[in-house]
C-alpha cells in the first residue's frame, strides 16, 4: 500500500513538471503581433551575441528566440509587441551580454 502511494506521489510530481515546463508565458492584454525581424532587433538592441533560432508563437504575438552570447551562453527569449516587449528572459550570462542604454550612443 505504502509502495503504491509514493508510486502515485511520483507520477503527480511528474506530471505536474512536464506541464510546466510546456507552460508559455501570456502576453498581456493590448499586446500586438512582433515580426520575426523586428524581435531580432530587439534582441539585438539587448543582448550582444547572435541568433540561433527565432519561432513564431500563439499566431505572430509571441516570438521566441534563442541567442548565443558572446561567451557561448544561450540565452531563451520571448518577445512581443508593439516596441520591444520583453516577456521573458532565461539563461546563463544575461548580465554579460546585456548592452546597458548608455553603451548605445
Same mark, same amino acid.
Request: hydrophobic share 45%; charged share 25%; with cysteine.
Given at each position: 500500500?505504502?509502495?503504491?502511494?509514493?508510486?502515485?506521489?511520483? *507520477?503527480?510530481?511528474?506530471?505536474?513538471?512536464?506541464?510546466?515546463? =510546456?507552460?508559455?508565458?501570456?502576453?498581456?492584454?493590448?499586446?500586438?503581433? =512582433?515580426?520575426?525581424?523586428?524581435?531580432?532587433?530587439?534582441?539585438?538592441?539587448?543582448?550582444?551575441?547572435?541568433? =540561433?533560432?527565432?519561432?513564431?508563437?500563439?499566431?505572430?504575438?509571441?516570438?521566441?528566440?534563442?541567442?548565443?552570447?558572446?561567451?557561448?551562453?544561450? =540565452?531563451?527569449?520571448?518577445?512581443?509587441?508593439?516596441?520591444?516587449? *520583453?516577456?521573458?528572459?532565461?539563461?546563463?550570462?544575461?548580465?554579460?551580454?546585456?548592452?546597458?542604454?548608455?553603451?548605445?550612443?
Amino acid at each position: 500500500m505504502a509502495v503504491m502511494r509514493r508510486l502515485v506521489i511520483l *507520477f503527480g510530481l511528474i506530471g505536474m513538471a512536464a506541464l510546466a515546463a =510546456l507552460a508559455e508565458p501570456v502576453p498581456p492584454p493590448g499586446t500586438s503581433p =512582433l515580426t520575426p525581424e523586428a524581435a531580432l532587433a530587439c534582441a539585438a538592441a539587448r543582448y550582444r551575441g547572435e541568433a =540561433l533560432r527565432i519561432e513564431e508563437r500563439q499566431s505572430g504575438r509571441v516570438q521566441e528566440l534563442r541567442w548565443r552570447t558572446p561567451a557561448g551562453n544561450v =540565452l531563451e527569449i520571448r518577445l512581443t509587441g508593439p516596441g520591444c516587449l *520583453f516577456l521573458e528572459v532565461r539563461g546563463v550570462g544575461q548580465i554579460e551580454a546585456r548592452i546597458l542604454p548608455e553603451e548605445d550612443s
